[in-house]
């Protein structure tokens, strides 16, 4: 089992920044990554970013490259999305997941934290 804990989220304007932290426990070592995925208000969950626990590979939407960086500090077992350049249509709960690549872009994961909200005003 991992267990995974999304914070950072909150309301900003337009044009700030929030990083997101996803603090892992359990067997980290059994999955091959962490993904960043968000839901808008009745939209579907969509893929953000991933990064692998080893190595320096990571990956991203196209709606969020350039303006989110997604990092990692093995040490703390902790994943971050620093989220720059914020948009209104940014505003959605943000979770993070652990799973295998390629499955995990797919928005298949083995595990889930609960959610942190991401509000940007206009």
């Known amino acids: 089992q991992v267990q995974l804990v999304e914070s950072g989220g909150g309301l900003v304007q337009a044009g700030g920044s929030l990083r997101l932290s996803c603090a892992a426990s359990?067997?980290?070592?059994?999955?091959?990554?962490i993904g960043w995925f968000r839901q808008a208000p009745g939209k579907e969950r969509e893929f953000a970013a991933s990064?692998?626990?080893?190595?320096?590979?990571?990956y991203y939407a196209d709606s969020v490259k350039g303006r989110f960086t997604i990092s990692r500090n093995n040490a703390k077992n902790t994943v971050y999305l620093q989220m720059n350049s914020l948009k209104p249509e940014d505003t959605a709960v943000h979770y993070c997941?652990?799973?295998?690549?390629?499955?995990?872009?797919?928005?298949?994961?083995?595990?889930w934290g609960q959610g942190t909200q991401v509000t940007v005003s206009s």
């Open positions: 997941a652990a799973g295998d690549i390629p499955r995990l872009w797919a928005g298949v994961a083995d595990y």
């Open positions: 359990g067997r980290t070592f059994s999955v091959d990554a």
């Open positions: 990064i692998r626990w080893t190595g320096t590979s990571t």
